[in-house]
């Protein structure tokens, strides 16, 4: 392939951030040698079949970022060389990413939740804060050395609110404040810098789960009693049992139980598990290579269950990944994990050399002739990546893009390959399932949904944190398991299932948390984010923001999408802001026909739902001023 590059010349610094993923160039070639005047038709240099690892890109351009600050031309011209991919191309990918910045910037950048949960816990003050101390979002008058983001959701809405930060240099580092204030900002920035530690330790105890040590918990049930860096702790806790029986009774068994299990997908889609596996274990393995990947991208506003799963209980994700995989017959799997979950990332990245140390996972899986393993990509800030055909574009190295269905990804996935898609929730399961037995999960729950689920109670609640309940149980109890309602103490609405989910309202409080109740009164549970707000709050500024998320969001790869979240926004924001007044007949019908559009024509299911919980309270609303 002929590559065009710009005269722009990589630092020493950023060739060895590439050279530190790619390993250095087969082929002992200087810059000088390789650089022209802009224009020139440049070779590729090195020797390598560098298109063959088209894939590894975005963990280059993490690590340019992360030694710089921001993907300059020179490191992107290097990049490209050492990838055989045109620079242009690659900006576009580089581009499409949140944590990344095509423009300098300075070495440490700080992110601010703004979304849902933080906003309504103090967001707003942290933000005055730092536009008084270091100017607006993305200024860099502070001396050149830090600059500071709002941020959509980072996925701590249950110690809101929250902020990361990123430390850009030799020994990049990153730290997670939850709740903070811009004091603590400050602060941690103008401290020593956390040194990288050679493993992850084990004094951060998540204040997550409020349940911990109660009776009757499944997945919850290790948190707080194994540390979350010994496999050790997890094999003394009952770990790895699951895989030795899956094993010993081989894939048909195991397949066979999750269907007795009637398993859903708990990303929010709701599809049979066992289905999906039993689709991509009978494929043809001489012919086609079958890959699992565990989709822990979860971006959804008032979405953190994963992240305490994966920071807690890490060696139960990849004890749940193993059994998956060797079930589907599948050698590979993907961990995708959202980039703004450091410790989650820290902590599997170790498990996973542990479990490799230990033969549970490799060439010869406890001495036998299975091989399976698990590799991680770390997503770059993307919500729309969590769409499952967009996760696999970015693991491949492109614009995280959903691709149109069908083909399913059981047909058509990964790297062109059958592939199941499962997320965290579901995953974890397994374990379980395997070792109690489908009938037992089954009998947990209602009918249509099937064993435990696990809810996010985030916003006006006294304990917010992951609770892990049978199906079955209504709003009203889970709210009053998590204390009630603070603030003023009178509940005004619920926002069930994050940004792209639906608001309820005290009527109906009593509505089960099944997959077959909340379809009943139209709402889904999605993502199970259960978002509470006090009367003190305007849901005005909460529509808002919604409408803002999902402008920002928009892939911009449908015109459905790209203009409708656009439209929706600039409307809300002429009415709710411009001119403060209520949404006029005409106005509302606009919307509707907006969101209507955007759920019959977008291409995935963002554009399908960015209109949902904006429709809910305008039906309130309607509904309210008809009784009057």
């Excluded at 499952?388 to 614009?399: D, K, V």
Aim: charged share 20%.
């Amino acid at each position: 392939m002929d590559i065009y590059l710009s005269g722009a010349v990589p630092t020493l610094e950023e060739q060895a951030a590439v050279d530190s993923v790619l390993g250095p160039p087969k082929l002992s070639l200087t810059v000088e040698a390789h650089w022209g005047v802009p224009g020139d038709k440049q070779s590729i240099s090195g020797g390598e079949s560098a298109q063959s690892r088209r894939h590894m890109l975005l963990s280059v351009l993490h690590a340019i970022n992360s030694c710089v600050s921001w993907i300059s031309p020179g490191a992107l011209n290097y990049a490209c060389q050492r990838l055989a991919i045109p620079p242009a191309e690659a900006f576009g990918v580089a581009d499409f990413y949140g944590l990344f910045s095509m423009n300098p910037r300075p070495p440490v950048v700080i992110h601010v939740c703004d979304d849902l949960a933080c906003l309504i816990h103090g967001a707003p003050i942290i933000c005055d804060a730092l536009k008084r101390r270091l100017g607006p979002p993305g200024s860099q008058r502070a001396s050149g050395i830090v600059t500071w983001l709002q941020s959509s959701c980072l996925g701590l809405c249950d110690s809101a609110p929250a902020a990361l930060i990123l430390g850009a240099g030799v020994k990049p580092w990153e730290r997670q404040l939850a709740p903070t204030t811009a004091e603590d900002i400050m602060a941690t920035v103008k401290g020593p810098q956390p040194q990288p530690e050679q493993k992850p330790g084990t004094t951060f105890l998540s204040h997550s789960t409020p349940q911990q040590g109660s009776p009757g918990l499944r997945l919850l049930k290790r948190i707080g009693k194994v540390a979350p860096d010994s496999i050790d702790d997890h094999i003394a806790q009952g770990g790895y049992q699951a895989l030795h029986k899956s094993i010993d009774l081989g894939p048909e068994w195991v397949i066979g139980e999750v269907n007795e299990s009637k398993l859903m997908g708990r990303g929010g889609a709701a599809f049979p598990t066992g289905r999906k596996w039993e689709q991509v274990s009978r494929i043809d393995s001489s012919r086609q290579i079958p890959y699992l990947v565990c989709n822990a991208d979860e971006s959804e506003p008032g979405t953190f269950k994963d992240r305490v799963i994966m920071e807690e209980d890490p060696f139960l994700l990849i004890e749940s990944m193993t059994v998956a995989g060797l079930a589907i017959g599948s050698q590979q799997g993907y961990l995708y994990i959202r980039g703004e979950y450091p410790l989650a990332i820290e902590r599997l990245s170790y498990a996973i050399d542990q479990a490799r140390q230990r033969n549970f996972l490799g060439k010869q899986i406890l001495g036998h002739d299975l091989k399976f393993d698990i590799e991680i990509q770390r997503g770059a800030g993307a919500y729309i990546c969590g769409e499952e055909t967009a996760l696999f574009n970015s693991i491949e190295g492109y614009r995280g893009e959903p691709r149109n269905k069908p083909p399913y990804p059981t047909e058509v996935g990964l790297f062109g390959q059958p592939t199941v898609v499962n997320n965290v929730e579901t995953l974890i399961n397994i374990p379980g399932i395997v070792l109690q037995g489908g009938k037992e999960f089954a009998s947990i729950g209602t009918p249509g949904s099937t064993g435990t689920k696990l809810f996010c109670l985030s916003g006006r609640v006294h304990q917010p944190g992951l609770y892990e309940v049978p199906f079955g149980i209504n709003l009203r109890q889970i709210i009053e398991l998590a204390g009630g309602v603070s603030g003023s103490g009178r509940l005004q609405a619920i926002l069930l299932g994050g940004a792209a989910g639906t608001f309820l309202f005290p009527e109906e409080l009593e509505t089960p948390l099944t997959f077959e109740g909340t379809r009943a009164v139209g709402a889904t549970l999605g993502s199970a984010v259960v978002m509470v707000f006090d009367d003190s709050i305007d849901l005005k500024k909460i529509l808002l923001r919604i409408a803002a998320f999902f402008r920002d969001e928009s892939c911009g790869q449908c015109v459905p999408c790209r203009v409708g979240t656009v439209r929706q926004e600039e409307l809300l924001s002429h009415v709710f802001v411009n001119q403060p007044r209520e949404l006029s007949e005409q106005e509302s019908c606009q919307l509707s026909e907006i969101g209507q559009v955007m759920r019959d024509a977008s291409i995935c299911g963002l554009g399908h739902t960015a209109f949902n919980a904006i429709e809910s309270v305008l039906a309130r609303w309607k509904g309210l001023s008809k009784s009057k």
